[in-house]
């Protein structure tokens, strides 16, 4: 006779793809938070997990041909732990202050604060389980703590065989002054994300 604590065998359940990297994103916006509110206390809550040791570097000509890009965007990949980012453009690094050596291995969660939504960032991580494009407006912050108001395009960049290789990040100041050259906000960041797809 099994007495036990009175739990009774279950099943072995395996979790999908998509659960794993919902639970992953879910624990990671944790330690956002703990590290955000470390700056602030200046109490240390936990360390800065992001590393870009493993992460693998893109070829020179990928780099060339993104780097010609003026839109403010990241590349992350993700078939790698955490989707880090593998790519960051200059106007990226000029919106959020961070430099490249600070973000690349980093999950873009480092721009969330206790602002950012968290039903907003749960339609991304959605969209890309579903590997869809979304666009949708965010709260997000800079290195020096001040916020802006992110108008955020994410889309899924395919190989030549058709897989999701990359997703594009494609961030646009709101409150900022722009000029469009006669184009949507919308329709300046789909430029974008066709520049990067051109380009990988």
């Not at 992350?76 to 732990?81: F, G, I, K, M």
């Not at 590997?131 to 108001?149: I, M, P, Q």
Request: proline share 3%; charged share 20%; net charge negative.
């Amino acid at each position: 006779m099994n007495v036990g604590l009175g739990l009774e065998a279950e099943e072995l359940r395996i979790a999908s793809g998509c659960d794993k990297e919902m639970a992953l994103s879910t624990a990671n916006n944790i330690f956002s938070t703990l590290n955000r509110y470390s700056k602030l206390t200046g109490l240390v809550v936990c360390e800065r997990r992001c590393d870009s040791v493993g992460i693998p570097a893109l070829s020179s000509s990928l780099n060339l041909s993104l780097g010609r890009i003026k839109q403010s965007f990241v590349l992350t990949d993700r078939h790698l732990p955490d989707m880090p980012i593998v790519y960051a453009s200059d106007a990226f690094l000029s919106l959020t202050g961070y430099s490249r050596e600070e973000i690349l291995g980093c999950n873009c969660r480092f721009l969330n604060g206790p602002g950012t939504s968290a039903e907003v960032l749960e339609e991304i991580n959605q969209h890309i389980c579903r590997e869809e494009a979304c666009t949708v407006h965010l709260l997000n912050y800079r290195k020096d703590g001040s916020t802006f108001r992110d108008l955020l395009h994410v889309s899924p960049i395919r190989n030549s065989s058709g897989k999701v290789a990359f997703h594009v990040w494609v961030h646009l100041d709101e409150s900022a002054k722009h000029d469009f050259s006669g184009l949507t906000p919308e329709v300046w960041q789909l430029g974008a994300v066709g520049a990067v797809r051109v380009a990988v």
